[in-house]
């Protein structure tokens, strides 16, 4: 039993990874038991990336090194205090985001079980997604540049293929195309990135180079070129224009989770500008670099998505809007934390905000896109000009669409107003006009949902969709469970913040502590 | 100066791979661009680990004298193999995008826009 707790890192990666080949041949035996087989193992997957947070959240950092009999054993004694190993570092913040893949992973391959009955290819599918899984595990855990780069690659041809799964007469294959051209581009920028650095240092640990960075010139352009890599795939404004075709021709279960892969795009933005370059790059410059992303992505994303008709399409464009105010919030927190004239403690609340704004938006925007994608496997189109009146039919749909519609309006009770509010009293303190825009943003959000939430539920039924029937329960309770968790996040806030983000924004913060968890205090 | 004759010919490639994808207007040159660029980031790779006058890193009966990177060239596999897979997700999102609409042409092919 230690043996496997001692493990569960390595786990993490192998159990999806075993579950996606063997898929292929487990379909031969019929569909249960490759439904049945898929579940086991997101669930198994699941549920070892909650213990590995857990686990990390109780006892600190965990240092896992593949290939050693003593899990601590990073730096092999014969080779001149050269750590040549491969590691997963996972600290809190890891721990953080692996909760999120953990629970949206979970809940999108139970609702893509269902939602996936009537359609062929499943096996290919099934693989898919369970490589998309352990590809975003992979981009969270990791330790090590070239590792990121290789959970990058594998997720994003997964994604890639996966939004191009329903060919959709050659319309979702120009989306795929899209989203896989984009994120080999970004991929090869990471790569000479690396490139880069491991010509100065001689290493790819993360935790190695941040130890030795010298911030050269060589190393400014390297972090031009992650920034501008990790930018393109989390979706910030003035690379964004793959997120709303991707994220519309997708199916929606897949929607969700490419949601969390792009977070994982944005997890490794925020170490790179916090732990690679910790402390030596000019925090002003980089933060209001950030914040100005943040603000045009806010901006232009909601304003896009206004006028949209097809309701994936717009809840794609909000997407991009919600990763403003992640940018936003982390932004401030790191121009405010270097200030001498504003108190610690705005820069940490900032913080604090983004990072909880990221797990909530995983939540509702996962809830918001299954929503969408039981309307369309229900009634067969996206359009909102032919939707209406289905609120008669198909209450709990319209019940979670509520929600999450609530959620990312910033309305109370629900988690999208805790991490909006944290947001806009710190960001309202370190620039007022920053804030005022974040709020305008946040009600032409809520304009948009009620517009939408009129034209699909509201009405008289409409004749086409007189006995159009409620989701099926597999469906439900994924979108129960993303539902419960976004009420509960909203009531009890603090309690959330203190377990889960406050850890997570101190160890963002803290890059020493990453170094010497790494390094054992060399 | 000779040294520096790679990492020339490295940047090079580069840019006309960057060329390819943002002026052509060709589905298929613009891949050919990507494929171009996973080149120039492969060759600049190996690039880095080379050391004049150096032997393979073999080490059984090696002669001790210096040895060139090894690592790079392990990471250059692992990009190549990357590499083949995407060009091959790639080619085949084009071919099944021709099959529909009868062009590679990236100015008719926008039935997603606004």
Known sequence: MDILFDNLPGLLIAIPLLGAFLTPLLSRAGDSVRNTWVLIITGLSSVCGLLVASRVLETGTIVYTFGVNTVSNIIPPDSGGIPIRIIFTIDPMNAFMLIIAAIVGFCITLYSVSSMEKLSGKDGFFTLVLLLIAGVYGMIATGDLFNFFVFLEISSLAGAALVAYRIDKGVAAEAGLKYAALSTIGGMLFLVGVGLLFAQYNSLNMAVIADRMQLTGLDIIAFVLFFTALAMKCGAVPMHFWTPDSYAMAPSAITAFLVVSSQASLYALFRVCFTLYGGQINPLTVGWVIIILGILSMFIGVTMAIPQKDVKRLMAYHAVSQTGYMLLGVGVGLAALSSTCLSQSIGIMALKGGLFHIMNHALYKGLLFLTAGVIFYRCGTRNLNQLGGLGHNMKWTMVFFMIGALAIAGIPPFNGFASKLMIYESTFLFNPLLAVIAMVVSILTLASFVKVFHSMFMGPKLPEYEDVKEAPTPMLIAMGILAILVVLFGIFPQQVVDALVAPAASALIDYQGYITAVLGGA | ?114
Do not use: H
């Open chain 2, 1 to 114: 100066m000779i040294d520096n004759l790679p990492f020339l010919v490295v940047a090079i490639t580069i840019l006309l791979g960057l060329y390819a994808i943002l002026l052509r207007k060709d589905l298929i040159k613009m891949i050919m661009g990507i494929s171009l660029l996973e080149s120039g980031v492969n060759l600049f790779l190996i690039a880095l680990g080379y050391r004049w006058d150096s032997i393979a890193p073999i080490f059984t009966g090696a002669p001790s004298l210096a040895m060139v990177m090894p690592t790079v060239q392990a990471l250059t596999l692992t990009s190549i193999v990357i590499g083949v897979a995407t060009l091959a997700l790639l080619l085949s999102m084009v071919m099944i995008i021709y099959r529909y609409y009868r062009t590679t042409d990236v100015r008719e092919v926008t039935k997603l826009q606004g």
